[in-house]
């Protein structure tokens, strides 16, 4: 008996960006039982080499059109824009760990194994086509995380963040896969073309289809989870508050993504037809998440938690984007996750570097002076602040402005003036910042560790970006929009 | 179209019924005696010298963990072996990268000291 396997598509070539992560991890793996431990800096190096090689290995699949494994995964314009945004994320994470690993005795080459594994997860997520595809990727990246976040094995903290992420995940986890076994009862398909052949026929029924729904309900709220949009935020500001300042860093930014491109693959790819019934309940979340997230940011005494919340928040714009369904919208929410990225992750990279540099307490109060201490850290500090409020000319500004636009030709507008009126309050939270860094230092003397050139770099040119990327919105917007076209 | 789901409504109820006939029915038929040698751990008269919750080495741990790894490896091996030979070679290119894989995971943890017992 001979096995025809041709007809399932083996095509490598599709995934070999993920195919060189992943193998970087192995390596690295490999590798970090032979270099001794006072040259753990060769792993980082040998990270950021193979996450070049997979940079270089998306490239061609821009503009393609290909769907590999049995329409399990497709390497099309969508996963080149997700796979660049996580691989530079990834690389600047790597970049700036080593000196805060050292800082807190936590140089292990497991890290940049984990890190590489929850990368390439995130890679595939981006990139599925079918449930099970999503599934093997939300879980990659998030057992990933899971670890990482305990990764300061002697920090209670730590300890405890890891453990309530666990437990949570398990359970949205759950979620998640009883939804996909219901849509795939009620659809007979696991392949989001499938779903979406059956839910498009006029003698499905779809839009009347209880199961159906019922399974995008659980599915939402997996996403959702995973997206820490509110109500399904309440890990986030313990687990962010908790883990490695590093690992928050790279996880508020890259998760983030990944599971706003299965949002948006989900949602807008496969369920276009019945856009009426889930358009209400993700309303209701983009909805619920500017209010908890901006309110309860306000409050917060902890510049790690209030980014958490900061971060809540923003989950709620990124998602507005997604609510009218159309490709010009869904190119808004690119641009915002691009922007949200690189303003995020510098502002908890700010945060990082302060703490190896000696102050590892995040409280707000230990930031007063920051502005005569550390001017680099506090002027990229505040570039980021102006941009996660909104203000021009950064890039947080465009980005709210697109996604606002893709309401008003939506003509949606109670999630719009929602929007409007939380980024209003959030300036109070975001200035407040700065307003902290500009106060008169108390004289307290503090043990001073030099950056290093690589933080430095990777700081200057997340506040560059912010910036020129302000000014010249353009060309992500232009990248954005193709990634999005090509998505329907 | 939830019709179709009615069978498993009634399974479901048929379980929860069945559950409380036997959990109720035989001390209602039989009557329940109580004596002190019935709260023992061990009916059959054996004394138990210490607490049930004893605490155990966090080597078992790790050596499960290891064992349901290769116990997977063995499960995904199966299938492939009986049909291998519709494979081909391209299917045992595919089985040596995933053993290839678990096998650097094996060199790893062994060079980690997990395979050393008490140590």
Known sequence: MTINISGIGIDYGAILPELVVAGTAIVVLFLELVVPPDRRRWLAAVTVIGLLGALVATIPLWGQNRSAFGDTVIADSLAVFFNVLLIAITIATVAISPRYLHALDLDYGEYYILILGATAGMMLLAAATSLMTIFLGIELLSISLYVLSGFARTTLRSQESALKYLLLGGFATGFLLYGMALIYGATGSTTLRGIAAFTTAASSNAAGNVLLLLGIGFLSVGLAFKASAAPFHMWTPDVYEGAPTIVTTFMSVATKSAAFAAVGRVFIATFPSISSRWYFPLALIAIFSLFIGNLVAITQDNIKRMLAYSGIAHAGYILLGVLPGTAQAFSATLFYIAAYSVMNFGAFAVVTAVAAGGEQNADLSHWRGLFYRRPFLATVMTIFMLSLAGIPPTVGFFAKLFV??????????APLIVAVIMTIVSFYYYLRVIVIMLAAPDEVAVEKRPLGIPTSTVLGVAGLATVVLGIFPAVVLDWATRAASLHF | MLSDYFPLLIFLIAVFVFGLIALYLPPWLAGHLDSAAKDLPYESGIVPRTGARRRFAISFYLT????????????FI????????????FGVAEMAVFVAVLLVALIYVWRKGALEWGS
Do not use: H, R
Request: proline letters at 3%; glycine letters at 6%.
């Open chain 2, 64 to 75: 499960a963990m290891l064992f349901i790894i290769f116990d997977i490896e063995a499960i």
């Open chain 2, 78 to 89: 199966y299938p492939w072996a009986v049909n291998v030979k519709g494979l081909g070679w």
């Open chain 1, 404 to 413: 606002f636009q893709a309401l008003v030709n939506a003509q949606i507008w």
